[in-house]
């Protein structure tokens, strides 16, 4: 079984810095995209940033320039966010496509329990 566990949630000032971790768990051989998706109540889970493992990044035009999306393994990725707004209060939710683990199984889509980001004063 696979599972992606975000962190890095938490209460932060306008103009204030978060960091979110999401990191797989099992015998992973590879998983070809990471994402970060987020959803305000009674709303659409939208994309906030996605990398492929061939390292092709996607942003949603309401994070370009503010937020950043690395990977630094195969299991783990980053969304680095800077200059948060209070309409960026969202629970943040980290999704994995395409998880092949060694036994040749494909796990898609994998979705985590979401971490909460509020930004208020």
């Known amino acids: 079984q696979v599972q992606v566990v975000e962190s890095g949630g938490g209460l932060v000032q306008p103009g204030g810095s978060l960091r979110l971790s999401c990191q797989a768990s099992?015998?992973?051989?590879?998983?070809?995209?990471m994402a970060w998706y987020r959803q305000g109540p009674g709303l659409q889970r939208e994309l906030v940033a996605s990398?492929?493992?061939?390292?092709?990044i996607r942003y949603a035009d309401f994070v370009k320039g503010r937020f950043t999306i690395t990977r630094d393994n195969v299991k783990t990725v980053y969304l680095q966010m800077n200059s948060l707004r209070p309409e960026d209060t969202d629970v943040y939710y980290c999704?994995?496509?395409?998880?092949?683990?060694?036994?040749?199984?494909?796990?898609?889509?994998?979705w985590g329990q979401g971490t909460q980001v509020t930004v208020s004063s």
């Open positions: 999704y994995a496509e395409r998880v092949r683990n060694y036994a040749g199984f494909v796990y898609s889509p994998v």
């Open positions: 099992g015998s992973i051989r590879s998983i070809y995209s």
């Open positions: 990398m492929t493992d061939g390292g092709t």
